[in-house]
């Protein structure tokens, strides 16, 4: 009975347990294989042993003995036929790891509904080696079967003009699905491809390797267009005018406050505040060519239905496709090829609101210098939040 309740402990498959020793405060069982030639990983042909060192690993933890350890032997080997020499391995058990894949799922699980610092602190194990673990793990505990109706994308910099990453996020919960490196198509594509089963609407902003990788990948969904990434168009155009104008000088306070008159929707402001902007536009045909531009463009995603979208949308195209000014000319011709998006957009309730806010924290922290591990951590802690795992 003491032999099977041992060998039900260790749990490991076709291995024979020798004997149990204690070495200061460690518990080690040592374990043997039978008797078994491993063939050449090359040629498939039998091996000759070199040498035969032994190996432990953490495998458990009990409660009055804590951390109990294995013992088995790992060969050096080499193939009498091709010359080749390698080292035998176990099934589930990492070589260059000091715990099995066993013992590191059980340290994950026991990670959720407390911190990892008090399991670290319970099995007297390093901050850093139960977080790597919990983190490698952790996406086990989350269902495989993602099946979310609309999903916001979105690229953002870890190093701007050099590393990009674009990201999933659930347009609904807010669930973090999939980070890739990278903001190419193929990029967006290898991070659509986890929600290309169930997903209908995809939110994304105006850039053309976004619509191709939506197009090939989730062919039947439907693309909507950001309206903060429409708006930022007039917003950019807007604040390079500013900038022209020489419109609040250098003081961090009143460019502030020019920006914030130039880009707010003219039913909040003041009546001084509203006196001032029309000074500014009669002072400058390009700033009053964009400001207007960009309060007829708002009136147009006020419409209530696909037909006065669709009406709205073709007249303020057809009043500013040829308008003298550049900036307002080149808002209009990348929107007239982006007609069905937009119209999404106005007819949709879904935005990438929270997928900006996820980018500004991921910015954040590369800015106080977390790698792209970390971040990647992050994400999968939000995912975990939201899928109510961790508490």
Known sequence: MYS???????????V?????????????????????CPLCPVCLKRTIKMTDKKKQWM??????????????????RRCSTCGVTFSTSYPAISPRSVATDAFQRWVAQSCIGTSIQAVARMLKLPYTTVERWFYTHAPS?????????????????????????????????????????GKNEEAIGR???????SVQYV???????????????????????????????????????????????????????VCRLLSQCPEKLTEEERQIIREWCNESDYLKSVYQSLQHVRYVFKSKDEQQAKRRLN????????????????????????????????????????????????KLMKRRGYGYRNIQRFALRVRLETANILS
């Open 4 to 14: 099977q309740f041992i060998k039900e402990l260790i749990d490991l498959p076709d």
């Open 16 to 36: 024979l347990i020798q004997k149990v020793r204690k070495e200061g405060e460690r518990w080690i069982f040592e374990l043997s294989l039978p008797e078994q």
């Open 59 to 76: 495998h458990g933890y009990a409660q009055r003995i804590g951390i109990f350890w294995i013992e088995l032997p790992v060969e050096r």
């Open 141 to 181: 505990f989350l269902s495989n079967d993602v099946q979310p109706k609309a999903v916001c994308v979105d690229e953002f910099a870890f190093r701007k003009g050099h590393d990009y990453g674009v990201a999933i996020m659930d347009a609904e919960t807010g669930e973090v699905y999939a980070m890739e490196a």
């Open 191 to 197: 991070a659509l491809a986890h929600v290309s089963r």
């Open 203 to 257: 939110v994304s902003d105006l850039t053309p390797a976004m619509k191709k990788a939506i197009q090939r990948v989730c062919p039947e969904a439907t693309h909507v267009v950001d309206y903060f990434h429409v708006i930022q168009l007039f917003t950019d155009a807007l604040e390079r005018c500013r900038k022209y104008l020489g419109k609040g000088g250098k003081k961090h306070g009143n460019v502030r406050y």
């Open 315 to 362: 007249a303020w195209v057809h009043r500013y496709l040829f308008c003298p000014c550049s900036a307002v000319r080149a808002i209009a011709k990348s929107l007239v090829k982006r007609t069905d998006e937009i119209i999404s957009c106005i007819l949709s309730p879904y935005s990438n609101g929270k997928m900006e806010g996820t980018n500004n924290k991921i």
